[in-house]
């Protein structure tokens, strides 16, 4: 389950006035039964205080009481708050303290760590974080932190004081501020809270109060963070940013904003559009002209997270990338959408994010997106491009975006749109192997593994590590701690499917367990990552990415020994999925098939005992042992 949610709810942590005292005692209040149930740890209070001073300034104060239970909540009251160069912590106190409410240790801002969030986000944010680390349970943290907002204000931090599953929360409250001739828009999500609104001098006051909350169970297969905890999302119905106004009524509204901020961002030089016309006029389609320009875009220019222009989103001028060779994700979308432009490829910029597959149709907001992206729009062909990564291939939708709704930035044209996920058929892992055996035990075998689409990212970047880490990979996969790789080989096929291959054999000495008449063999040398369910009273949802496993396995029986044991012939089938094996013998050859097909999807609840037999025959059977004896 992912961790504290998505950025925008990191950056929502702003915050109250720093501690000015020496730290004093707190009484640690008695946790009901309802709150202290299936909890790691619970918010004993958030209290968040938004101040409004203009269109483009806000002053955020926040105090936050953590109490954790056991070690498995240590992370749940660790401090995380993002800035950038509009976002700044004014000044924070951390203080610890111990089972008896004891002060034991305080911190200030000095003692923050700070490191660049992930390149693919499309601004200079850093994250800011803490922990105490404290090996005594139960403990308690208290934080209070100030943050400053200047000069870009088009959302406003949401509320979001349960970060975890298995964390309740006790006390709490949002309050923001803000003059009455702005509109505030905000989205309720997981649970009803009370709400009031107070008009004085000029000056409205919104106040928010979440019910206590019992913890999430930590349970496999849960959806999303922020689909399941109280989160209450805010931002401004009238924006403005460096004399840009916008209007976050509707996504149409959003792209129109982004449209005016990008007006004139995609200009080459004439000598750069001559340039590109020769370079593509050998090429008769537009398909294979675009693919020529992408591979121009791979080999001329790399990725740089930099900070130009309006709070990350707007994208430096092409002719300035084509000059520098580097840009961030939005200045290369922008500067690929300016080069098809310029052969008349139509072609769109749009924003997405890469943490969450939905945005929320009923609340347009900018913080939803951490990344940026294109797309190419042919007759009967749609082509997305990633710009930031020159290793995947042209056309190819990443794990990070596949399936992701993103917003085409079109002006009166801009709408939401969802991109393609591979089908299932053809998301695959598959491994192929031969052993044969000696009578003491040893063993070699030639293995090949097969990797396709989203299996294919995630194993294609193995090929870049040395010989000593590839041992250790493969020894780590198999089990045998022991053996020895020989003639690896790393193919790639990117003409149909994109596929990549490993082809090795290993020896190994010890490659199976021996009593004194018997052998006992693995019936599969690889494990799967799907793991063992076995909560048959779920209440949340299931929600499993695909999982796409064929195991081809032929054993070759050692002169000597005879079978005494083997894995039967299975098939479970459910609603999730389906699990199936099969096992035979012809003469000194035995050979297994599993498969295993569960498609990407959210289940209700009430499969969780389908997902339990599931699980149970997967883990059972490719644990199975193949016995032979003398």
């Known amino acids: 389950m992912k961790t504290f949610i998505t950025r925008i709810i990191i950056l929502t942590l702003a915050t109250l006035s720093v501690i000015t005292s020496q730290a004093a005692d707190i009484d640690i209040p008695t946790i009901p039964d309802s709150l202290a149930n299936g909890a790691n740890s619970v918010v004993l209070s958030d209290y968040t205080t938004v101040n409004v001073i203009s269109l483009s300034e806000a002053t955020i104060s926040h105090y936050r009481s953590v109490l954790v239970f056991n070690k498995k909540g240590e992370k749940h009251a660790n401090f995380g708050a993002t800035i950038d160069k509009y976002t700044s912590i004014k000044k924070l106190t951390g203080t610890l303290y111990d089972s008896n409410g004891n002060a034991i240790r305080q911190i200030g801002k000095k003692d923050l760590t700070t490191t660049e969030l992930s390149p693919y986000l499309a601004s200079d944010e850093a994250s800011c974080t803490h922990s105490f680390d404290h090996p005594t349970y139960p403990y308690t943290v208290i934080y209070e932190w100030e943050t400053s907002i200047s000069g870009y204000l088009i959302t406003f931090p949401s509320f979001v004081p349960i970060h975890y599953d298995s964390q309740s929360l006790l006390e709490n409250e949002y309050k923001i501020h803000l003059p009455t001739s702005m509109k505030l828009n905000y989205k309720v999500r997981n649970t ?119 709070g990350g989103l707007r994208p430096e001028k092409a002719s300035d990338v084509k000059a520098r060779g580097f840009g961030d994700c939005k200045a290369l979308s922008n500067y690929m959408c300016a080069m098809l432009k310029a052969l008349d490829i139509p072609c769109d910029y749009a924003v997405i994010s890469t943490e969450h597959k939905n945005v929320l149709h009923d609340f347009a907001s900018l913080g939803q997106f951490n990344h940026a992206i294109m797309r190419v729009t042919l007759p009967g062909d749609t082509i997305w491009l990633e710009c930031t990564d020159p290793t995947l291939p042209f056309g190819y939708i990443h794990d990070g975006i596949a399936g992701h709704e993103a ?28 052993v044969e055996f000696t009578t003491d035990g040893c063993g070699y075998s030639h293995i090949e593994e097969n990797y396709s689409e989203n299996y294919f990212e995630k194993n294609r970047t193995l090929k870049e590590i040395t010989r000593q880490e590839t041992q250790d990979n493969i020894r780590e996969k198999t089990g045998l701690s022991t053996a020895l790789v020989v003639d690896f080989k790393y193919v790639e096929n990117l003409s149909n499917q994109n596929v990549c291959s490993y082809i090795y054999t290993i020896f190994a000495p010890k490659f199976c367990k021996q009593s004194e008449k018997r052998m006992y063999i693995p019936s599969n040398l690889f494990k799967t990552d799907i793991s063992k369910y076995t909560d048959y009273q779920r209440i949340l949802p299931i929600v499993i990415t695909d999982k796409h496993e064929v195991y081809d396995i032929t054993i070759r029986i050692p002169s000597g020994y005879k079978l005494e044991s083997l894995p039967s012939n299975v098939e479970v089938s459910s609603p999730i999925g389906q699990f199936t094996q099969t096992a035979t013998v012809t003469d000194d050859l035995i050979h297994i098939t599993q498969t295993i097909k569960i498609p990407s999807g959210e289940y209700d609840a009430s499969l969780s005992p389908q997902l339990a037999e599931l699980t149970q025959a997967i883990y059972d059977n490719m644990n199975a042992l193949i016995v032979l004896v003398k």
């Open 192 to 310: 009803v809270p009370v709400i009031s609104n107070e008009e004085a001098s000029g000056w409205n006051t919104y106040t928010f109060r979440i019910p206590k909350t019992p913890a999430i169970k930590d349970d496999s297969y849960l959806p999303n963070t922020n689909e399941i905890v109280p989160l209450i999302h805010l931002n401004p119905g009238v924006f403005e940013v460096s004399g840009i106004r916008g209007y976050s009524d509707s996504w149409k509204n959003i792209g129109i904003w982004l449209t005016k901020l990008m007006e004139g961002r995609d200009q080459l030089l004439p000598e750069d559009v001559n340039s590109l016309k020769a370079l593509t006029a050998q090429y008769p389609t537009p398909r294979e002209k675009a693919k020529a320009v992408y591979e121009l875009l791979r080999n001329t220019t790399r990725y740089v997270n930099i900070s130009l222009g309006i």
């Open 407 to 434: 917003l085409i930035v079109d002006g009166e044209n801009s709408h939401i749109v969802r991109l393609p996920m591979p089908k299932h058929e053809i998301q695959k892992r598959e491994y192929k192997y031969y």
